[in-house]
């Protein structure tokens, strides 16, 4: 596509739930990266797919999050148990080859609220 | 922390006028890229500094780089109200990902 596209874009769900999120890169694009934004924050890191392989898992919060990417396309990222301190902008990106000599290119975001 | 520091946090500026934006890191980097974020959601991406870069323009931004004191900054020339929005700094290092600062917000007075 032309874009980075996420869906949902807003999400409500209840404490305890599992809530996945999903993200369609730029076609050819083959690294894509998944970030969280706290309101008034600063990105922070969750996970970088190159490919269909996950080189750098190491800002996942805890075990209750995972993600995953195949077809070196679509990434979903997946929240189980949600807490209300997952309550966030969760962004993806997707960027032109391997590592960071390109700009990324970032999708709108899906606005995660967990009452 | 590897997180970029941004300076200052907020800026409020009048149309017409220049726009300074200043980023510090500590590690040595690949590159430097400033993003700008509207309403909270997807980030646009800027412009690109290579580590052997000192200065580089495109239309009215202009970023430069010293690596000897880990900072960078972004100008904005002739700011105009849709320039309003809140700028990022983000760096890379060994690793393959982007690292970010905190933001500053600008706000742009008609």
């Known amino acids: 596509g032309a874009g980075v596209s996420q869906s949902p874009s807003n999400k409500v769900t209840e404490k305890g739930k599992d809530v996945e999120l999903r993200c369609d890169p730029i076609s050819g694009h083959t690294a894509l990266y998944w970030y969280r934004q706290r309101l008034g924050q600063g990105l922070e890191f969750l996970i970088y797919?190159?490919?269909?392989?996950?080189?750098?898992k190491s800002g996942l919060p805890s075990d209750r999050f995972s993600a995953e990417r195949t077809g070196e396309s679509v990434s979903t990222l997946t929240i189980q148990r949600t807490q209300q301190e997952d309550s966030a902008v969760y962004l993806c990106a997707s960027s032109y080859g391997q590592g960071t000599y390109y700009g990324y290119t970032f999708g709108s975001g899906t606005r995660l609220t967990v009452v | 922390s590897q997180q970029g520091e941004e300076d200052p946090q907020a800026l409020s500026i009048q149309e017409g006028e220049n726009a300074t934006m200043n980023c510090s890191y500590k590690t040595s980097i690949n590159n430097l890229q400033w993003y700008r974020q509207n309403s909270g959601r997807g980030l646009v991406h800027l412009i690109l500094i290579r580590s052997n870069e000192r200065e580089k323009h495109s239309g009215r931004l202009r970023v430069t780089l010293d690596t000897s004191k880990k900072s960078s900054s972004l100008l904005i020339t002739a700011s105009r109200a849709a320039d309003t929005a809140s700028y990022f700094c983000?760096?890379?290092?060994?690793?393959?990902?982007?690292?970010f600062g905190k933001g500053i917000t600008l706000s742009v007075r008609p």
């Open positions: 983000a760096f890379s290092g060994a690793n393959s990902k982007l690292t």
């Open positions: 797919f190159q490919g269909n392989s996950a080189p750098d």
